[in-house]
């Protein structure tokens, strides 16, 4: 965990009220993994006085980037913040995706996004189309309109077999993205062993969770919970689990599906 005085190389608007802002903090993107996350003062002033949680969206060498969506007065002002202006930033925080454990699992990795918690996956996505091992992967995205269906072209430069939902059908599958995660599941030629990588929110994560368990697929889910602190200390993003009561921010975000009572 370090803090430090990222630089603002651009703080871009890429659909209604979501932005991806890149930062320059070389000591941080060396540290992260995929499904981590860093708390960032969003204001020079104290107005919001707390930081707020932004997983890795992409971890490059002395670079990284946040994909947020404007929900209230800190992301607003983020959304304000400049190119060339620095942000505090503590990070890297919490645990990250098992991408390794994917190996056990070579036919295929799927991976599931609704809304904003598309961001940890694109890093993840990354890692595991540069491994080694070069594990395939899917893609199911969804969201409630096709202004709100994000990084579908990153993840097809990947090479990942992409599926796209909206709930109002202006694009794709017309529904829940579970809906046609069940489907494309249930398809014969999608019957092969996987594992399942999921975020979004927590209704979503629990269908998934509730299908990789019917199909006997492990499960991993990214949990989104508010949090003041970052590192286990206000107690305030506590989750229930089989063995009791966990911290999002100091145990998590990633989790076993299955530890999880929903």
Known sequence: ?????????????????RFKIRLAAPSISKAAEPGQFVMVK??????????????????????????????GRGTAALSERKKGERLDVIG???????????????????????GIGVAPLL???????????RIAFSIF?????????????????????????AEDGSKGYKGLVTDLLKK????????????????????????VA????LKHFPCEVSLEEKMACGIGACLGCAVKTLIGHKMVCKDGPVFNAGDIIW
């Open 92 to 114: 890297p925080l919490g645990n990250g995706f098992d991408a390794l454990s994917a190996k056990r699992y070579p036919l295929n990795a799927i991976l599931v996004a609704g």
């Open 123 to 133: 890093a993840l996505a990354e890692r595991l189309a540069h491994s080694v091992e």
């Open 42 to 71: 969003c204001s020079d002033g104290l107005d919001p006085l707390l930081r707020r949680p932004f997983s890795f969206h992409r971890i490059e060498r002395g670079f990284f980037e946040l994909l947020y969506q404007v929900i």
């Open 141 to 165: 995205i969804g969201a409630r309109n096709k202004e709100h269906l994000l990084c579908e072209k990153d993840f097809k430069k990947l090479g990942a077999r992409l599926y796209v939902a």
């Open 210 to 213: 509730d299908i990789a368990r």
């Open 1 to 17: 965990m370090r803090l430090v005085k990222a630089k603002i190389v651009s703080n871009k608007k890429v659909a209604a009220g």
């Open 184 to 207: 494309e599941l249930y398809a014969k030629r999608s019957t092969l062993n996987a594992k399942v990588y999921a975020c979004g929110p927590r209704d979503m994560l629990k269908a």
